[in-house]
């Protein structure tokens, strides 16, 4: 059985975050990402993750599974009262997304969140119809600092 753990985003090394959020694999889903982030700058990435909420139950976390870093997601507090689901994980992580997303959702609701959770994908993420078969609406397209992204409510 895998163990998933949601860790505080102060948990792994800035070298651990710093090998994530520079792979072009995952880079390129990550169209408002701008450039490299040297270890320290990511650290302190992380250090403002973590202060999002002002109960850190709430997320976002740090992602270990079966003991190793796997990436970071969680909700994050967007415009108009919505918690926004992020979820950036390493590519051999890629296919507990949705395993990962639930119990984001579900720890969040737990820790006493009650937003509307949305989701907002880039275009590079082709999965609308997978996202509707999962009871998640498509509530169409929205723009982010010039970048389009397709958005979900999580119900």
């Not at 880039?122 to 982010?144: S, Y």
Request: charged share 20%; with cysteine.
């Amino acid at each position: 059985m895998t163990l998933i753990e949601l860790c505080p985003m102060t948990t792994p090394s800035a070298e651990d975050f710093e090998l994530l959020l520079n792979d072009p694999a995952v880079t390129r889903h990550l169209p408002l990402h701008r450039g490299y982030m040297t270890a320290e700058e990511c650290q302190q990435w992380a250090r403002g993750k973590s202060t999002l909420w002002a109960d850190p139950e709430r997320g976002p976390w740090s992602v270990y599974v079966d003991g190793r870093f796997a990436g970071w997601g969680g909700l994050q507090p967007e415009e108009g009262g919505e918690a926004g689901l992020a979820l950036v994980l390493h590519k051999r992580h890629w296919g507990r997304g949705l395993t990962l997303a639930r119990t984001m959702v579900m720890r969040f609701r737990s820790a006493g969140g009650y937003e509307p959770v949305v989701v907002c994908l880039p275009l590079t993420r082709r999965c609308v119809a997978t996202l509707e078969r999962m009871g998640l609406t498509h509530l169409g397209q929205v723009t982010e600092q010039g970048v389009v992204f397709n958005k979900f409510l999580w119900h």
